[in-house]
Nanobody
Framework: QVQLVESGGDLVQAGGSLRLSCAAS????????MGWYRQAPGKQRELVAA???????NYAAFVKGRFTISRDNAKNTVYLQMNSLKPEDTAVYYC?????????????WGQGTQVTVSS
């Protein structure tokens, strides 16, 4: 059974930094795209950043220049370095990955990690 486990969420002051990690484990043949989404109270879940297995990056406009996504394929782990955090970045951050089990890809979500930015 495949699991995605996130860590790194915390309470931080505006202007501060956090680094989120998400490790995939289980019966993994390969991992295609990995990404981070977030959901603030009363709002829909939205894409923050994504990275393909080949290293192609995609960022939401609201985080460009502040957040950096990266992955370590040997560790099946994706990271999100968040700098210059703003109160509006407060949300639950979810990891997402397309994981190949045998010959079939399935989409998995982590349980979420809370990021709170105080003003």
């Amino acid at each position: 059974q495949v699991q995605l486990v996130e860590s790194g969420g915390d309470l931080v002051q505006a202007g501060g930094s956090l680094r989120l990690s998400c490790a995939a484990s289980g019966n993994i043949f390969g991992i295609n795209a990995m990404g981070w989404y977030r959901q603030a109270p009363g709002k829909q879940r939205e894409l923050v950043a994504a990275i393909t297995s080949g290293g192609y990056l995609n960022y939401a406009a609201f985080v460009k220049g502040r957040f950096t996504i990266s992955r370590d394929n040997a560790k099946n782990t994706v990271y999100l370095q968040m700098n210059s955090l703003k109160p509006e970045d407060t949300a639950v951050y979810y990891c997402n990955a397309g994981i190949v089990e045998g010959t079939v890809e399935h989409e998995y979500w982590g349980q979420g990690t809370q990021v709170t930015v105080s003003s």
